[in-house]
């Protein structure tokens, strides 16, 4: 058994800090609430964003790296990316966040 928390309980907290900001998010796909992944776009609203994953380092500590290779893409690419991933992993969350200075509010502890 996994001392691991559930993904679905993370991404619940920081969700609910998200409403309570005032901060846009939409999530187009719900994946595993025990052991899915998170795919995060995080949006500035003038076309470019951050499109971000979690990984695990040697330490089994979770990480995020940024999918497409640079800091800062064209929404069109990310979109283009969460659309090829939704038919790969089922079991992947899909995060949208807007927020124009572009933070992880996963990274906000």
Known sequence: MSDRL???????????KCT???VFFYVPQRG????????????????QCKLLSQ?????????WFNVLGADIVADADAD???TQSKNIDPDQWI?????????NPFDLG
């Open 95 to 103: 995060i949208e966040i807007e927020d124009a200075s572009l933070q």
């Open 32 to 47: 595993d609430p025990h052991t899915g992944t998170i795919l995060l776009k995080v949006s500035d609203t003038k076309g």
């Open 20 to 22: 309570e900001s005032g």
């Open 55 to 63: 990984m695990r380092d040697m330490d089994d500590n979770l990480t």
């Open 80 to 82: 283009s990316y969460i």
């Open 6 to 16: 559930p993904v679905h309980i993370q991404i619940d907290a920081v969700l609910k």
